[in-house]
């Protein structure tokens, strides 16, 4: 209201400034009266005009805000209680039965954020054959994003329709030398290494091209951010699992033996500095330049293979061109001292497993945010304790009793013995999706205190506790049937 009053008043005053002064001096003679009213009425207008958008577009009256009587004692609401914590690690849990898939009976999977948004992305489903006859594959894939969740989206979107059309591509070699097995890795391993030169070059020719600086923005974004990958394909034709790892993300098989006990086969290796091979490999290529890879890191990266991680891939004087230009993270320190880029690439490590006819087995695919916290045998022994305790689909109302009560706890408790990853006296089994019992038993179990104070952490400072975790499990041979 005082505004509009405000408004009205400055346009008075205008109008006073520039309409004719009606004083009376010797030998002068007042202006003529139309001109006056012209005047009057055009200001008039105006003013009218001004005061009816106010009126339109201003509320009448300021909101009040009434002040609580325990002001003085309000705190956050946030209190994850027993259902809570189930609800949180369920919200993005999902589970298919696969009729359709000869030797895999079902597939569950998870994911809980800690970024804001998720850093993390999956996919799953069926990859029609792209040789004649056949049945469907199965596809699943994750993308552990960093510095952004733009590369694991555009991987999300990209990355099996990519290694597909590669598949397409396979031709026999003249000689005959190289088995179908190799030829196969070769071309996932090329769709790999295209999708990630497409996500650098779209971002250089986007620097040179005349369009709106929007769009060079969208596309240098997968190229600052960076993500790994995982993925796996099944052919059931064959019983065959091929799976192909960039980065730190892992796949584990859990195979039962004929005397019914559970195994850990390690399906792919974490790609970091911390990783003796990858070492080795980057020496290599760098000749030189020993010395990459310290204190587990390459060039200040935990990974040693990634899509994105331009900075990585580009030389100093281009990555310090493109971060003042289109505001993404700046080159590497010049204490890296870089002389041969690129450093980083998404070329993968295929492994293919051929799955024994009949033989109960089952395939972790997880995110480091879950295997930072529990090893390839306490992965595969958690499931295998799913699957005896006849959990699928009645888990709610199994599992162990929780213990009368623990300690009062809080964060400190880990300086002091606490653990902080898993322990098998918390392990408990109250969910029906695998994915989400492996979840659960990663942050804390049965420790209710533990695992819901983690989950009441909110962003930056849930990183401190938990990453983004993103869980895939798949059943093959009547694995179920056998566990129970």
Not at 155 to 162: F, R
Not at 208 to 233: I, M, N, T, Y
């Amino acid at each position: 209201m005082f505004r509009t009053q405000r408004v009205r008043l400055r346009l008075v005053r205008a109008f006073q400034a520039q309409a004719p002064h009606h004083r009376f001096t010797q030998g002068s003679q007042p202006a003529p009266a139309s001109s006056n009213v012209a005047g009057y009425v055009a200001a008039a207008s105006a003013i009218a005009a001004i005061g009816a958008w106010w009126s339109i577009d201003t509320p009448d009256q300021v909101p009040r805000l009434e002040s609580r009587p325990d002001q003085q004692h309000v705190v956050a609401e946030l209190d994850p209680s027993k259902a809570e914590v189930t609800r949180i690690l369920s919200q993005e849990a999902y589970s298919f039965v696969a009729r359709n898939i000869p030797g895999i009976e079902r597939y569950d999977g998870a994911r809980l954020a800690s970024n804001s948004p998720c850093e993390d992305r999956f996919t799953h489903g069926l990859v029609s054959p792209w040789h004649n006859g056949g049945s469907p594959w199965l596809a699943l894939a994750l993308f552990d994003g960093h510095a952004g969740w733009q590369t694991a989206e555009f991987l999300e979107k990209n990355l099996i329709p990519s290694v597909r059309h590669s598949l397409s591509r396979i031709e026999p070699p003249p000689d005959g030398q190289v088995t179908p097995e190799r030829r196969l890795q070769g071309a996932i391993m090329k769709a790999f290494v295209h999708l990630d030169d497409s996500i650098i070059k779209a971002a250089e020719d986007a620097s040179e091209s005349d369009q709106p600086l929007q769009e060079k923005v969208r596309r240098f974004a997968p190229a600052f951010a960076g993500s790994c990958a995982l993925l796996s394909l099944y052919d059931p034709t064959t019983s065959r699992l091929h799976v192909a790892c960039t980065g730190d993300s892992r796949a584990v098989l859990g195979r039962q033996s004929p005397q019914g006990k559970w195994e850990a086969v390690p399906l792919s290796t974490d790609q970091t500095g911390s990783n003796a091979a990858e070492v080795a490999r980057l020496n290599a290529e760098h000749p030189g330049e020993e010395g990459l890879a310290q204190h587990g890191r390459v060039l200040g990266l935990v990974v040693s293979r990634a899509f994105g991680d331009g900075r990585w891939k580009w030389p100093s004087e281009a990555a310090r061109s493109f971060s003042r230009r289109f505001c993404g993270p700046g080159a590497l320190p010049p204490k890296y001292n870089i002389q041969t880029p690129p450093y980083m690439t998404a070329e993968p490590v295929v492994t293919t497993t051929t799955l024994e006819p009949g033989r109960p087995c089952f395939l972790i695919l997880a995110t480091d945010g879950m295997w930072d916290r529990l090893s390839n045998e306490q992965a595969v022994d958690l499931v295998a304790a799913w699957l005896d305790s006849g959990s699928p689909p009645g888990a709610a109302s199994a599992g162990e009793p929780e213990p009368a009560s623990y300690a009062p706890f809080d964060f400190g408790a880990f300086r002091e013995g606490v653990s902080p990853g898993f322990v098998k006296e918390r392990m408990t089994i109250q969910d029906d999706n695998a994915a989400v019992h492996l979840m659960r038993n990663s942050l804390g179990g049965n420790h209710s205190e533990l695992i819901a104070g983690r989950l009441a952490l909110t962003p930056p400072y849930s990183r401190n506790r938990r990453d983004d975790i993103t869980i895939q499990v798949v059943f093959f041979n009547n694995a179920i049937s056998s566990g129970k």
